[in-house]
């Protein structure tokens, strides 16, 4: 269906990367590590805090963003901006 084609021994789930690759099966999965631009949800998952306070992260503009169309969009580099900044405060402590 819609011109995708897995290889019949892909496993999805929990454990599948590691079933895969014992099966000798490589299937390419993009995770939030890997992506250049990030959702707000993604943003949640990489920075592991509720969506609520990526949110407002992003409108007390700690983290800059983006808007295409109605969605708000993140760069990967301004998340690591944010970290290096919090980073740098946590030191001088």
């Known amino acids: 269906m819609y011109g995708l084609s897995l290889p019949s021994c892909a496993v999805f789930g929990v454990g599948a990367q590691e079933a895969n690759v014992e099966k000798g099966c490589s299937v390419v999965s993009k995770t939030v590590t890997d992506r250049e631009v990030l959702s707000p949800e993604e943003l949640a998952e990489f920075l ?3 969506r609520t306070y990526a949110y407002k992260l992003l409108a007390r503009g700690e983290i800059r963003s983006f808007k295409i169309g109605r969605l708000r969009r993140i760069r ?3 998340v ?3 970290l290096q900044t919090r ?3 946590a030191d001088e402590v």
Do not use: I, K, T, V
């Open 87 to 89: 980073l740098g405060a």
């Open 80 to 82: 690591e901006r944010y």
């Open 76 to 78: 990967r580099q301004d």
């Open 48 to 50: 592991g805090c509720g």
